[in-house]
């Protein structure tokens, strides 16, 4: 339940404006994405099948858009590249990676 406008997608749902968020999965061969990266997942004919679901956690990116249009450089997408946050080991996620 929250508080939020019925028409508030972002706050109904725990997210926060102008914020970025990606999905991570734990990678470990035996859990649900089978260790394979999300392209590689889809493209699995013994995975990629109607209703296949792969359980992750979507986590927000350490980056917020400033309101100054940049260049590449400086967006969100170089920290797909690293672990997510709050992924350390002892977190729980620790075997999660962004599934990209």
């Known amino acids: ?4 406008a019925d028409d508030d997608f972002l706050a109904r749902n725990g997210l926060r404006y102008g914020a970025m968020y ?3 999965v734990d990678m470990k061969p035996e859990r649900q994405a089978k260790g394979l990266w999300r392209d590689d997942y889809h493209r699995d004919p013994n995975e990629a099948v ?3 679901q792969v359980q992750g956690e ?3 990116v350490d980056w917020m858009w ?3 249009v940049k260049n590449y450089e400086h967006d969100s997408a170089w ?3 690293n672990k997510p946050p709050h ?3 002892g977190s729980g996620l620790a075997d999660y ?3 990209t």
């Open 22 to 24: 990606g999905y991570a």
């Open 79 to 81: 920290h797909f590249q």
């Open 58 to 60: 979507w986590i927000k």
């Open 50 to 52: 109607n209703g296949a």
């Open 1 to 4: 339940g929250s508080d939020a």
């Open 66 to 68: 400033d309101g100054e």
């Open 97 to 99: 990676e962004w599934w």
């Open 87 to 89: 992924t350390e080991k």
